[in-house]
């Protein structure tokens, strides 16, 4: 059974900060490049940022440099994003996604055809 359940969502100010978790029970998690992204209605879904199975490489979006963090802890098997200093246009549902080792390892980190495994999302609200 392959779950990816998203937690931390919410309504917050321009300025503010949420922390966003992602609980996966994704068979070789620790083996995985993780990742975020978000979507809008009526857009493409968007990446965000991902970290490889030893967090020695991550990776972003040019929109959230500097400002966005994702971390890891394989033995609890979670993935988080940090978010800071959030803009009115960071609003979007994000989704955790988890690499497939079938063909995962073909893709770079933010192709979404990359990630066999999708959480449900969490919705982030960022008012002006």
């Known amino acids: 059974q392959v779950a990816l359940v998203e937690s931390g969502g919410g309504l917050v100010q321009a300025g503010g900060s949420l922390r966003l978790s992602c609980a996966a029970s994704?068979?070789?998690?620790?083996?995985?490049?993780m990742a975020w992204f978000r979507q809008t209605p009526g857009k493409d879904r968007e990446f965000v940022a991902a970290?490889?199975?030893?967090?020695?490489?991550?990776y972003y979006a040019d929109s959230v440099k500097g400002r966005f963090a994702i971390s890891r802890d394989n033995a609890k098997s979670m993935v988080y994003l940090q978010m800071n200093s959030l803009l009115p246009e960071d609003t979007a549902v994000y989704f955790c996604?988890?690499?497939?080792?079938?063909?995962?390892?073909?893709?770079?980190?933010?192709?979404?055809?990359?990630?066999?495994?999708w959480g449900q999302g969490t919705q982030v609200t960022v008012s002006s």
């Open positions: 996604a988890a690499e497939s080792l079938d063909y995962g390892p073909e893709y770079p980190p933010s192709q979404d055809a990359k990630y066999g495994y």
């Open positions: 994704v068979r070789f998690f620790s083996s995985s490049t």
């Open positions: 970290i490889t199975w030893s967090g020695g490489g991550i």
